[in-house]
């Protein structure tokens, strides 16, 4: 997906107009944003592709459990989904809290646990615009020597990994991992026309590009590589979600966890107790 094509994703987001727009031309836009077409649509969801079309131009009004269909077939986020919801008149599905109340409790205590398990090896859960909700001890190692404004909360991972006074000094494959975190933020913003996540990729898109380093190097996977005041660091890193999230706040949460990708990283690492 191109940045491009992001950007326009984002300008024709439904996201943006959802008092202003009926819930047909804004099923019609999620569509063509997933470069779906009607008949994909219904065939999926176990309806006509006319009823698609009835839906889309305004001759239908479907229902909120037909919206809630279409959209999980579009794979269209829950926030979002709610906005649906209120632009075809009906009440929003899913419930937004905050991190703090009783309800979210299990859920936030399972990721701190998570997190905390991790050690000595950092572990960080993220918002929908990669603000940083929660982390371990070893995030502060790894990212020792990154201006203070960037650390100052809420901590935005892509603006700390990529700025010139944050970690991209030292990250040793910049080039590798800059590509790699412009492709999750290019997705993430296609996928829910957030604006501030388009204004981040414009941003970060106008830091100092780093010189080639050598391009892909036949690994498995990319790695993130620093050189540290402990030696040189590599770490691989694995993503989760709560994949049954029925809240508009866990939805948005991602767990990040950091493993390393050598031997020596790993002695470093377990060296900082």
Do not use: K
Not at 83 to 102: K, N, S, V
Not at 127 to 133: I, L
Not at 226 to 254: I, K, N, P, W, Y
């Amino acid at each position: 997906m191109s940045v491009a094509y992001c950007r326009r994703m984002v300008a024709d987001s439904p996201s943006r107009s959802r008092g202003e727009r009926p819930v047909g031309e804004l099923l019609r836009q999620w569509r063509s944003n997933r470069r779906r077409s009607q008949l994909d649509l219904a065939v999926e969801a176990g309806i006509s592709s006319r009823h698609v079309s009835f839906i889309e131009t305004g001759r239908s009004r479907p229902t909120a459990a037909m919206i809630l269909r279409l959209a999980e077939h579009l794979d269209v986020p829950l926030r979002e989904r709610n906005q649906l919801l209120l632009a075809g008149g009906f009440a929003p599905a899913y419930g937004e809290r905050d991190l703090d109340t009783p309800e979210l409790a299990a859920v936030c205590d399972a990721l701190r646990r998570v997190v905390a398990a991790h050690m000595p090896f950092p572990a960080l859960v993220l918002d929908r615009h990669f603000d940083v909700v929660e982390a371990n001890e070893a995030v502060a190692t790894v990212v020792e020597g990154c201006a203070p404004e960037l650390l100052t909360p809420p901590v935005n991972v892509i603006r700390l990994g990529l700025h010139p006074e944050g970690m991209a000094p030292r990250i040793t494959n910049l080039d590798q991992w800059r590509a790699h975190l412009l492709t999750q933020l290019t997705r993430r913003a296609g996928r829910t026309g957030d604006r501030r996540l388009i204004d981040l990729l414009d941003e970060v898109r106008r830091y100092p590009r780093p010189a080639r380093l050598g391009g892909v190097d036949g690994g498995v996977a990319v790695e993130l590589r620093l050189r540290h005041r402990l030696g040189d660091l590599a770490f691989l890193s694995m993503a989760a979600s709560v994949q049954t999230a029925l809240d508009v706040t866990v939805d948005e949460l991602t767990l990040e966890l950091f493993h390393p990708a050598d031997d020596a990283t790993r002695a470093l690492m377990e060296s900082v107790r």
